[in-house]
Protein backbone atom coordinates (compact mmCIF):
# COMPACT_ATOMS: atom_id res chain seq x y z
CA UNK A 1 0.00 0.00 0.00
CA UNK A 2 1.01 3.96 -0.29
CA UNK A 3 0.89 3.84 3.48
CA UNK A 4 2.52 4.33 6.51
CA UNK A 5 1.82 3.72 10.44
CA UNK A 6 1.71 7.84 10.47
CA UNK A 7 -0.93 10.39 9.21
CA UNK A 8 1.30 12.92 9.68
CA UNK A 9 3.35 14.75 6.64
CA UNK A 10 6.69 13.25 6.80
CA UNK A 11 9.60 15.87 5.42
CA UNK A 12 11.46 14.13 2.34
CA UNK A 13 14.44 12.07 2.98
CA UNK A 14 18.17 13.06 1.34
CA UNK A 15 18.24 10.34 -1.11
CA UNK A 16 21.74 10.45 -2.04
CA UNK A 17 23.71 7.74 -3.29
CA UNK A 18 20.77 5.82 -3.17
CA UNK A 19 19.32 7.93 -6.01
CA UNK A 20 19.29 5.13 -8.74
CA UNK A 21 18.17 2.52 -6.47
CA UNK A 22 15.02 4.58 -6.27
CA UNK A 23 14.85 5.18 -9.78
CA UNK A 24 14.94 1.46 -10.47
CA UNK A 25 17.98 0.45 -10.89
CA UNK A 26 18.01 -2.92 -9.28
CA UNK A 27 13.94 -3.04 -10.10
CA UNK A 28 13.37 -1.83 -6.88
CA UNK A 29 14.12 -5.29 -5.12
CA UNK A 30 13.66 -4.99 -1.19
CA UNK A 31 11.31 -1.49 -1.53
CA UNK A 32 8.21 -2.87 -2.84
CA UNK A 33 7.65 -5.60 0.74
CA UNK A 34 6.88 -3.67 2.98
CA UNK A 35 6.93 -0.46 1.14
CA UNK A 36 10.10 1.86 1.94
CA UNK A 37 9.07 5.06 3.31
CA UNK A 38 11.55 7.45 0.90
CA UNK A 39 9.76 5.32 -2.41
CA UNK A 40 6.13 6.01 -1.22
CA UNK A 41 7.17 9.66 -0.74
CA UNK A 42 8.53 9.90 -4.09
CA UNK A 43 6.00 8.03 -5.88
CA UNK A 44 3.56 10.41 -4.17
CA UNK A 45 5.12 13.17 -5.50
CA UNK A 46 5.57 11.84 -9.40
CA UNK A 47 1.43 11.31 -8.95
CA UNK A 48 1.16 14.74 -8.17
CA UNK A 49 2.79 15.76 -11.42
CA UNK A 50 0.03 14.02 -13.38
CA UNK A 51 -2.61 15.00 -10.91
CA UNK A 52 -1.28 19.15 -12.01
CA UNK A 53 -1.33 17.85 -15.90
CA UNK A 54 -5.40 16.85 -15.12
CA UNK A 55 -5.64 20.48 -13.40
CA UNK A 56 -3.85 22.36 -16.29
CA UNK A 57 -5.54 20.45 -19.07
CA UNK A 58 -9.38 20.86 -17.05
CA UNK A 59 -8.71 24.33 -16.50
CA UNK A 60 -8.79 25.23 -20.33
CA UNK A 61 -9.64 22.28 -22.25
CA UNK A 62 -10.33 24.38 -25.30
CA UNK A 63 -6.82 25.40 -25.81
CA UNK A 64 -6.41 24.15 -29.24
CA UNK A 65 -3.10 23.06 -29.99
CA UNK A 66 -3.02 25.65 -32.92
CA UNK A 67 -3.13 28.75 -30.11
CA UNK A 68 0.68 29.30 -28.57
CA UNK A 69 1.35 25.34 -29.16
CA UNK A 70 4.93 26.12 -29.05
CA UNK A 71 4.57 28.18 -25.51
CA UNK A 72 4.34 25.74 -22.21
CA UNK A 73 1.40 26.44 -20.91
CA UNK A 74 1.60 27.60 -16.96
CA UNK A 75 1.08 24.67 -15.04
CA UNK A 76 0.05 24.96 -11.70
CA UNK A 77 3.12 22.47 -10.19
CA UNK A 78 2.71 21.19 -6.35
CA UNK A 79 6.42 21.08 -6.48
CA UNK A 80 7.69 24.60 -7.06
CA UNK A 81 11.60 23.29 -7.26
CA UNK A 82 10.75 22.64 -10.90
CA UNK A 83 10.06 24.37 -13.93
CA UNK A 84 8.00 23.92 -16.99
CA UNK A 85 9.75 23.62 -20.42
CA UNK A 86 7.52 21.98 -22.77
CA UNK A 87 4.39 21.69 -23.15
CA UNK A 88 3.23 18.65 -25.11
CA UNK A 89 0.10 17.33 -27.71
CA UNK A 90 -1.38 14.05 -28.49
CA UNK A 91 -3.38 13.93 -31.74
CA UNK A 92 -5.99 11.12 -33.14
CA UNK A 93 -5.64 10.10 -36.44
CA UNK A 94 -8.93 9.43 -36.68
CA UNK A 95 -12.15 12.14 -37.05
CA UNK A 96 -15.74 12.51 -35.92
CA UNK A 97 -18.34 14.21 -38.53
CA UNK A 98 -18.66 17.98 -38.19
CA UNK A 99 -21.70 17.88 -37.98
CA UNK A 100 -20.78 16.77 -34.34
CA UNK A 101 -19.29 20.34 -33.54
CA UNK A 102 -22.59 21.94 -35.02
CA UNK A 103 -24.50 20.15 -32.49
CA UNK A 104 -23.07 20.78 -29.80
CA UNK A 105 -19.89 23.87 -30.11
CA UNK A 106 -19.55 24.37 -26.73
CA UNK A 107 -18.19 21.16 -26.46
CA UNK A 108 -15.71 21.80 -29.23
CA UNK A 109 -12.85 19.93 -27.44
CA UNK A 110 -14.00 16.89 -27.40
CA UNK A 111 -13.38 16.27 -30.85
CA UNK A 112 -10.33 18.37 -31.86
CA UNK A 113 -8.14 16.46 -33.25
CA UNK A 114 -5.00 17.41 -31.02
CA UNK A 115 -4.94 18.08 -27.00
CA UNK A 116 -3.07 18.99 -24.33
CA UNK A 117 -1.85 16.19 -22.96
CA UNK A 118 1.24 16.93 -20.72
CA UNK A 119 4.46 18.51 -20.26
CA UNK A 120 8.24 18.33 -19.90
CA UNK A 121 9.44 20.11 -16.83
CA UNK A 122 13.23 19.95 -15.02
CA UNK A 123 14.52 20.55 -11.35
CA UNK A 124 16.65 23.75 -11.15
CA UNK A 125 16.13 24.28 -7.59
CA UNK A 126 19.94 23.71 -6.18
CA UNK A 127 18.51 22.26 -2.75
CA UNK A 128 16.19 19.83 -4.21
CA UNK A 129 18.93 18.75 -6.75
CA UNK A 130 21.37 17.66 -3.62
CA UNK A 131 18.49 16.02 -2.01
CA UNK A 132 17.44 13.92 -4.70
CA UNK A 133 21.76 13.04 -5.81
CA UNK A 134 21.02 14.38 -9.16
CA UNK A 135 19.35 17.03 -11.37
CA UNK A 136 15.52 15.43 -12.72
CA UNK A 137 13.92 15.79 -16.10
CA UNK A 138 10.05 14.72 -15.82
CA UNK A 139 7.74 13.82 -18.27
CA UNK A 140 4.11 13.70 -16.80
CA UNK A 141 1.04 12.66 -19.13
CA UNK A 142 -2.52 12.71 -18.64
CA UNK A 143 -5.14 10.09 -19.17
CA UNK A 144 -7.71 10.34 -21.69
CA UNK A 145 -10.64 13.07 -21.56
CA UNK A 146 -11.25 13.62 -25.31
CA UNK A 147 -13.98 11.19 -27.51
CA UNK A 148 -11.52 11.11 -29.76
CA UNK A 149 -8.55 9.42 -27.24
CA UNK A 150 -11.46 7.23 -26.28
CA UNK A 151 -11.68 6.26 -30.12
CA UNK A 152 -7.97 5.53 -30.02
CA UNK A 153 -8.48 3.15 -26.74
CA UNK A 154 -10.74 0.89 -28.49
CA UNK A 155 -7.85 0.63 -31.70
CA UNK A 156 -6.89 -2.36 -29.39
CA UNK A 157 -5.17 -4.61 -31.91
CA UNK A 158 -1.42 -5.04 -31.84
CA UNK A 159 0.79 -3.64 -34.63
CA UNK A 160 4.05 -3.95 -35.63
CA UNK A 161 6.77 -0.79 -34.39
CA UNK A 162 7.90 1.30 -37.08
CA UNK A 163 11.35 0.03 -38.32
CA UNK A 164 11.29 -3.43 -36.79
CA UNK A 165 12.70 -6.29 -38.77
CA UNK A 166 9.77 -8.70 -39.53
CA UNK A 167 11.79 -12.07 -39.62
CA UNK A 168 12.71 -11.18 -35.83
CA UNK A 169 11.15 -13.34 -33.00
CA UNK A 170 8.98 -12.12 -30.34
CA UNK A 171 8.62 -8.61 -32.93
CA UNK A 172 7.82 -5.84 -30.84
CA UNK A 173 4.23 -5.11 -31.30
CA UNK A 174 2.11 -1.83 -29.48
CA UNK A 175 -1.74 -1.27 -29.42
CA UNK A 176 -2.24 0.87 -32.59
CA UNK A 177 -4.90 3.25 -30.83
CA UNK A 178 -1.68 4.53 -28.37
CA UNK A 179 0.71 4.06 -31.25
CA UNK A 180 -1.47 6.34 -33.62
CA UNK A 181 -1.52 9.24 -30.99
CA UNK A 182 1.84 9.04 -29.86
CA UNK A 183 3.45 9.32 -33.83
CA UNK A 184 0.14 11.44 -35.54
CA UNK A 185 1.49 15.29 -35.99
CA UNK A 186 -0.91 17.54 -36.07
CA UNK A 187 -1.82 20.54 -38.54
CA UNK A 188 0.92 22.99 -36.84
CA UNK A 189 2.41 20.88 -34.10
CA UNK A 190 4.60 18.00 -34.28
CA UNK A 191 3.74 14.76 -32.97
CA UNK A 192 4.08 13.61 -29.36
CA UNK A 193 7.02 11.34 -30.00
CA UNK A 194 9.07 14.32 -31.98
CA UNK A 195 8.08 16.92 -29.47
CA UNK A 196 9.31 15.11 -26.42
CA UNK A 197 12.25 13.62 -27.96
CA UNK A 198 13.64 17.11 -29.44
CA UNK A 199 12.86 18.44 -26.05
CA UNK A 200 14.52 15.49 -24.11
CA UNK A 201 17.93 16.01 -26.28
CA UNK A 202 17.78 19.87 -26.02
CA UNK A 203 17.82 19.44 -21.63
CA UNK A 204 20.86 16.08 -22.25
CA UNK A 205 22.51 18.46 -23.96
CA UNK A 206 21.79 21.88 -21.92
CA UNK A 207 23.21 19.70 -18.61
CA UNK A 208 25.38 17.54 -20.12
CA UNK A 209 28.33 16.53 -17.33
CA UNK A 210 25.44 17.03 -14.91
CA UNK A 211 23.81 13.87 -13.20
CA UNK A 212 20.55 13.21 -14.92
CA UNK A 213 17.80 11.27 -14.59
CA UNK A 214 14.53 11.22 -16.78
CA UNK A 215 11.29 10.38 -15.05
CA UNK A 216 7.96 9.29 -17.22
CA UNK A 217 4.77 9.85 -14.94
CA UNK A 218 1.68 9.00 -16.39
CA UNK A 219 -1.91 7.83 -15.81
CA UNK A 220 -4.23 5.38 -17.64
CA UNK A 221 -3.93 6.46 -21.38
CA UNK A 222 -0.80 8.48 -20.02
CA UNK A 223 0.78 5.65 -18.62
CA UNK A 224 0.29 3.57 -21.81
CA UNK A 225 2.10 6.62 -23.76
CA UNK A 226 4.89 6.57 -20.99
CA UNK A 227 6.12 3.74 -22.81
CA UNK A 228 6.38 4.57 -25.46
CA UNK A 229 8.54 7.53 -24.23
CA UNK A 230 10.62 5.69 -22.48
CA UNK A 231 11.03 3.82 -25.36
CA UNK A 232 12.39 6.76 -27.63
CA UNK A 233 14.16 8.76 -25.46
CA UNK A 234 16.21 5.84 -23.94
CA UNK A 235 18.24 5.74 -26.80
CA UNK A 236 17.47 9.30 -28.58
CA UNK A 237 20.93 10.61 -27.31
CA UNK A 238 24.37 9.20 -27.44
CA UNK A 239 24.80 10.33 -23.26
CA UNK A 240 20.97 9.49 -22.23
CA UNK A 241 20.74 9.18 -18.68
CA UNK A 242 18.89 6.63 -16.84
CA UNK A 243 14.97 6.04 -18.08
CA UNK A 244 12.63 5.31 -15.59
CA UNK A 245 8.29 5.15 -15.80
CA UNK A 246 6.36 5.35 -13.01
CA UNK A 247 2.87 3.84 -14.28
CA UNK A 248 -0.33 4.41 -12.36
CA UNK A 249 -3.21 2.17 -13.50
CA UNK A 250 -2.20 1.89 -16.70
CA UNK A 251 -3.30 -0.68 -19.24
CA UNK A 252 -1.24 -3.57 -21.17
CA UNK A 253 0.65 -1.46 -24.14
CA UNK A 254 1.96 -3.99 -26.48
CA UNK A 255 3.76 -7.82 -26.46
CA UNK A 256 6.12 -10.35 -25.10
CA UNK A 257 8.50 -8.42 -27.54
CA UNK A 258 7.92 -5.20 -26.60
CA UNK A 259 8.62 -6.06 -22.85
CA UNK A 260 11.80 -7.60 -24.33
CA UNK A 261 12.80 -4.29 -26.26
CA UNK A 262 12.60 -1.96 -23.62
CA UNK A 263 14.32 -4.53 -21.11
CA UNK A 264 17.05 -4.16 -23.78
CA UNK A 265 17.15 -0.51 -23.30
CA UNK A 266 17.45 -1.05 -19.32
CA UNK A 267 14.33 0.94 -19.16
CA UNK A 268 12.78 1.03 -15.41
CA UNK A 269 9.13 0.57 -14.93
CA UNK A 270 7.39 0.46 -12.12
CA UNK A 271 3.61 -0.21 -11.86
CA UNK A 272 1.49 1.02 -9.36
CA UNK A 273 -1.97 -0.98 -10.00
CA UNK A 274 -4.87 -0.58 -7.67
CA UNK A 275 -6.37 -4.05 -6.67
CA UNK A 276 -9.98 -2.58 -7.87
CA UNK A 277 -8.94 -1.11 -11.31
CA UNK A 278 -10.08 -2.55 -14.37
CA UNK A 279 -8.08 -0.87 -17.00
CA UNK A 280 -4.61 -2.56 -15.11
CA UNK A 281 -6.51 -5.67 -16.64
CA UNK A 282 -6.93 -4.81 -20.47
CA UNK A 283 -6.29 -5.31 -22.94
CA UNK A 284 -6.78 -8.30 -23.85
CA UNK A 285 -4.02 -11.18 -24.05
CA UNK A 286 -3.29 -15.11 -24.61
CA UNK A 287 -2.12 -16.13 -21.73
CA UNK A 288 -1.16 -13.96 -17.80
CA UNK A 289 1.58 -12.78 -17.46
CA UNK A 290 2.20 -14.95 -14.53
CA UNK A 291 1.17 -18.09 -16.61
CA UNK A 292 3.47 -16.89 -19.26
CA UNK A 293 6.76 -16.60 -17.02
CA UNK A 294 5.87 -19.84 -16.05
CA UNK A 295 5.63 -21.44 -19.67
CA UNK A 296 8.47 -19.86 -20.60
CA UNK A 297 11.01 -21.18 -17.69
CA UNK A 298 9.75 -24.48 -18.59
CA UNK A 299 11.17 -24.01 -22.37
CA UNK A 300 7.80 -23.16 -24.14
CA UNK A 301 9.50 -20.14 -25.35
CA UNK A 302 9.51 -20.85 -29.14
CA UNK A 303 5.89 -21.36 -29.21
CA UNK A 304 4.76 -18.40 -26.79
CA UNK A 305 6.89 -16.59 -29.61
CA UNK A 306 4.87 -17.66 -32.51
CA UNK A 307 1.83 -17.09 -31.06
CA UNK A 308 2.96 -13.28 -29.63
CA UNK A 309 3.76 -12.73 -33.65
CA UNK A 310 0.50 -14.41 -34.64
CA UNK A 311 -2.62 -13.14 -32.50
CA UNK A 312 -3.60 -10.05 -32.63
CA UNK A 313 -4.55 -9.64 -28.83
CA UNK A 314 -1.14 -11.29 -27.25
CA UNK A 315 -0.74 -8.62 -24.84
CA UNK A 316 1.94 -8.67 -21.47
CA UNK A 317 2.30 -5.76 -18.95
CA UNK A 318 6.22 -4.24 -18.78
CA UNK A 319 8.03 -3.53 -15.33
CA UNK A 320 7.58 -4.66 -11.59
CA UNK A 321 4.33 -4.28 -10.16
CA UNK A 322 3.53 -2.29 -6.81
CA UNK A 323 -0.33 -3.22 -5.87
CA UNK A 324 -2.31 -1.30 -3.66
CA UNK A 325 -5.87 -1.72 -2.18
CA UNK A 326 -7.97 1.78 -1.81
CA UNK A 327 -10.37 0.11 0.63
CA UNK A 328 -6.79 -0.09 3.08
CA UNK A 329 -4.75 2.50 2.93
CA UNK A 330 -5.46 5.54 4.98
CA UNK A 331 -3.04 7.56 1.88
CA UNK A 332 -5.63 6.64 -0.92
CA UNK A 333 -9.45 7.42 -1.50
CA UNK A 334 -11.37 4.46 -2.31
Known amino acids: MLSSKSMEYSPRNNLGSRWKEYHGCKDWLG ?10 RELVRYGEFIQAAYHCFHSDPATSANDNAHVARDVSLPDRSY ?3 KSLYATSSIGLPKWVDD ?12 SWIGYVAVCDDKAEI ?3 GRRDIVIAL ?10 ENL ?17 PKVECGFLSLYKTGGAKIPSLAESVVNEVKRLV ?5 ESLSITVTGHSLGAALALLVA ?3 STCSPNAPPVAVFSFGGPRVGNKGFVNRLESKNVKVLRIVNKQDVITKVPGMFVSEAIDKKLRDTGASGVLNLLDNSMPWAYSHVGTELRVDTTKSPFLKP
Open 31 to 40: LLDPLDENLR
Open 155 to 171: RDVLVQMPGENELVDAQ
Open 103 to 114: VAPDLGWMTQRS
Open 231 to 233: DDI
Open 205 to 209: EMYKG
Open 83 to 85: KVT
Open 142 to 151: RGTATCLEWG
Open 130 to 132: QRM
